[in-house]
């Protein structure tokens, strides 16, 4: 008995121990990337946010153009990925047999193992001409009358060039979560809804979805910080032009590809590594916030 219970001892202190040191790892990352990002939030002031000014030789840093590069590109994936991913994770749940559910699970968790430079090399090098040749031209051609489908001709490049690419790269976290988290929904849930008369998609939509809804909307954050925080891809993709998207077919510049773009030129002088790590930090609080607007949401459903 003592040596069970000091067996029970010393995995709950090791435990405790592993907790803490994820903890301190985390204080750490997130107080070093303020700490480095203070001196520019010092100097610029609010202007860091709405100015759209970068220039190292005046040191002058706004980033509203690459807030809002990231932003278009982000909700543009999501507008392409969350009804992809929700509808396969209800048929990989409630529709398909087990031997087509073995089959395409794992071609779709396979995905998430392709080095995102790949999904880069694939969009600029296959779909960057299909976009530049066939599909900006019919949007911009029975959709130009509106803004957001004008096509500035930058040779497929942009926005939504690089919204689908993300939206294939997001596809099996947000999949796979929705759909654990719909088998997640007891059979009696079901089985009462099928007896007060409701056919399968009543079921579905009214019971199953509505239960599932808190996991559904956790995968549907994760991937979109997997997209507000994807680099490499989208600096091959979106264009890297400094000026806000005009349309979903125009170029843009994100947070992160300013920050891989430059931080090898300027990493040992002071105020643009400042300035470039408040980007980061910038980037860091938007996606706080949005998981805090997630589980304020989440925790209503529960």
């Known amino acids: ?26 204080i750490f990352f997130v107080g070093f990337i303020f700490y480095m990002a203070y001196p520019a939030f ?40 969350l009804p992809v991913s929700f509808f396969t994770a209800i048929f990989l749940a409630e529709y398909a047999p087990r031997q087509i559910v073995s089959i395409l699970r794992p071609m779709i968790e396979l995905l998430v193992g392709i080095p995102s430079v790949v999904y880069g090399i694939f969009g600029l090098f296959l ?40 939206a294939i790269m997001i596809l099996p976290t947000v999949t796979t979560i929705a ?56 600096v091959m993709l979106l264009g890297n032009i400094m000026q806000v998207p005009r349309s979903l077919l125009d170029t843009g510049y994100a947070m992160t590809s300013k920050i891989l773009n430059d931080i090898t030129y300027h990493l040992i002088e002071d105020e643009p590594r400042s300035a470039l790590f408040g980007i980061a930090a910038v980037l860091f609080l938007l996606e706080i916030i949005f998981v805090g ?8 459903n529960s």
């Open 293 to 300: 607007i997630a589980r304020k949401i989440g925790g209503r």
């Open 179 to 234: 759909e654990d988290s719909i088998r997640s929904v007891p059979f009696s849930y079901r089985e009462a809804s099928y007896a007060l008369g409701a056919n399968h998609w009543q079921t579905i939509k009214k019971v199953v979805l509505r239960t599932a809804s808190k996991g559904m909307l956790l995968g549907a954050v994760l991937g979109m910080m997997r997209a507000m925080g994807e680099t490499m891809a989208i």
């Open 42 to 81: 010092q100097s610029q002031g609010l202007y860091f946010l709405y100015g759209n000014v970068w220039d190292y030789s005046e040191n002058i840093y706004g980033i509203r153009i690459f807030i809002a590069g990231t932003f278009a590109m982000t909700f543009t994936t999501l507008l392409i990925a």
């Open 127 to 166: 779909l960057k001409d299909v976009f530049e040749h066939t599909i900006n031209p019919f949007l911009s051609t029975y959709l130009g009358f509106i803004p957001f489908f004008v096509d500035y001709g930058y040779q497929g490049q942009g926005v939504l060039l690089a919204s689908v690419i993300l």
């Open 1 to 26: 008995m003592k040596r069970k219970q000091v067996l029970s001892e010393l995995s709950g202190i090791s435990f405790s121990a592993c907790a803490i040191f994820t903890a301190v790892i985390t």
